[in-house]
């Protein structure tokens, strides 16, 4: 909900064993000649990869649109040989612009094209795209690369004096076809000649959710929190709210590694959904609001660790899938906490992410207060998150152990736990629980109630499982390190080795629950919480 964002410490003080601020495990990749690559070397190496499709100008949404409905992933996806040498250390960064760069799409559909617009100190760059799966392992496959691109210092970043929104009115530096490209999420390495690097994250999304389960990037809570030029929606120069941004722009780099709220909260996840071979779809915050069909003959939809900002629409085509009987689950906390609207840029429709926090200082607030922009259970139109997610957020810096209550809690089964087992650290930084002023539904089953400790004070953190009439099945795990923990030992904050094999049993069973229909026909929820 606060500063959190991977940058060095979370709002509550705490170091965040994120892609920003350590090096998760396994990182280690080769390092030729150091960190700086003679130009033409680098030309020599990568120019015979280029693939032929790099240059070509946008032939138009109908094109890709009849290509890409040959290009959706399988399981035999992840049968493919990996690439270990996807991730980027801290090290391998090196200064503030060396290199950098967005996209102008946020998803594209299988064959499309995006535009790359990069900036670099140095003389040029190539381009790899990684998709992100299980891949024995490796955790990603590389599926293209170009060759090398001349490298032009871009114009600094544009600051509206309004809303303090960042772009970067950049040029467009190169075009790339996604051609042969399974769906899924994507990060696009960016390296520039002195060895430099940095991501920019694409997603390929599904042609059709009919039958999977959608797995959804959280595109607008990467862009609250993303600092590039100095301003997000938490602060600004000032480094407090007072100078903060009201509206963020997706016409721009992300801060640090290019990639950290999806490396931190949502690839080990995707990894783990990958690896197990069911059907999946991708999409983002931005498809889910644009698309009132996106959902349609959908399994389930998985959001992943910190999916905070939500606009009507997307809040809406969620409703509606759930109340059709479309599978939830909600594998962090503090989602759906803060109202937004889209809006327009330079470069397309939905680009703009608008959040004033506080309906006095939103000026729609007075026109259509539906549309107010603050946290969704305040006024001037309350819709607390409780009446979708089952419970909702309560506290920002956590810490707890994740503690079972309902130990024959269809998912728990199988993992030994009994009530009042513990697994020290899951819980936090952010939790949830229980709105007992409502709208909660009627059938919220609580199967966890940890005892954790809220800004020095006591405190209480959930986990929910409710089914509607209809058969869906929606899950909370009420904390935003779940995903985290997915990692063991190296997510820090005391999780355990058992607490890993805990959160990593629970997440395939309801993967694989969720992706067999509605959850509610076969385990239905067996209410507790009054």
């Not at 280029?50 to 009849?66: I, L, P, Y």
């Not at 959001?303 to 759930?322: P, V």
């Not at 840029?345 to 006095?360: F, N, Q």
């Amino acid at each position: 909900m606060e500063n959190d964002a991977c940058g060095g410490t979370d709002s509550g003080g705490r170091a965040m064993a994120s892609a920003d601020t350590a090096e998760p495990p396994g990182t280690a990749r080769r390092m030729l000649g150091g960190r700086v690559l003679p130009v033409l070397v680098l030309m020599l190496t990568l120019v015979g990869a280029c693939s032929s499709g790099t240059h070509h100008r946008d032939s138009g949404r109908k094109e890709a649109a009849k290509e890409a409905g040959t290009e959706a992933a399988s399981p035999a996806e992840n049968g493919k040989r990996g690439d270990a040498d996807w991730r980027i250390r801290r090290q391998d960064m090196g200064s503030e612009h060396e290199i950098e760069g967005y996209a102008d799409h946020v998803s594209v559909l299988p064959g499309e094209r995006f535009r790359l617009f990069v900036s670099t100190t140095t003389a040029g760059f190539t381009a790899q795209a990684f998709r992100m799966g299980w891949y024995g392992g490796a955790q990603a496959r590389r599926v293209w690369r170009s060759g090398f691109n001349p490298g032009v210092r871009q114009a600094a970043a544009h600051v509206d004096k309004t809303t303090r929104t960042v772009s970067a009115p950049w040029r467009p530096s190169l075009t790339v076809t996604t051609s042969g490209w399974p769906d899924g999420s994507y990060l696009i390495m960016l390296t520039a000649a002195s060895g430099a690097r940095r991501y920019v994250p694409v997603t390929v999304r599904s042609p059709s959710a009919a039958g999977r389960v959608v797995v959804l990037n959280a595109t607008t809570t990467w862009q609250a929190y993303n600092l590039w030029g100095g301003y997000d929606l938490y602060k600004g120069p000032s480094g407090g709210p007072d100078d903060r941004a009201t509206a963020v722009s997706f016409d721009r780099p992300y801060d640090g590694y290019g990639a950290g709220k999806l490396l931190v909260y949502e690839q080990p996840a995707i990894a783990l959904a990958e690896r197990l071979g069911v059907p999946l779809a991708y999409a983002t915050d931005n498809d889910l609001h644009a698309d009132p069909g996106l959902l349609k003959g959908a399994r389930g939809l998985l959001t992943l660790g910190h999916d905070e900002y939500w606009s009507s629409a997307m809040r809406q085509h969620a409703t509606e899938a759930r109340d059709h009987g479309v599978n939830i689950a909600f594998l962090g906390a503090n989602a759906v906490n803060r109202h937004i609207r889209f809006g327009p840029t330079p470069l397309g429709a939905d680009r703009l992410v608008v959040c004033y926090k506080d309906a006095d200082a939103d000026p729609v607030s007075r026109t259509d207060p539906a549309e107010s922009t603050q946290d969704w259970r305040l006024p001037p139109k309350p819709r607390p998150e409780s009446d979708l997610i089952g419970i909702q957020y309560t506290c920002l810096s956590v810490e707890g152990a994740f503690t079972v209550q309902r130990p024959g809690f269809w998912l728990f089964k199988g993992t030994g736990v009994r009530a009042g087992t513990r697994f020290p650290g899951v819980v936090g930084p952010e939790a949830d629980a229980l709105n007992r002023d409502g709208p909660t539904p009627s059938t919220l089953e609580i199967v966890a109630s940890s005892r954790v400790t809220c800004r020095n004070r006591p405190a209480v953190a959930h986990a929910s499982y409710y089914t509607t009439d209809r058969g869906a099945g929606v899950f909370a795990t009420g904390t935003l390190g779940w995903v985290c923990a997915m990692r063991g030992p190296a997510c820090g904050h005391g999780v355990t080795e058992a607490g890993r094999r805990f959160v990593t049993q629970v997440t395939q069973t309801l993967i694989r629950g969720m992706a067999a229909g509605p959850l509610g026909r076969v385990h239905p929820s067996r209410p507790n919480y009054r």
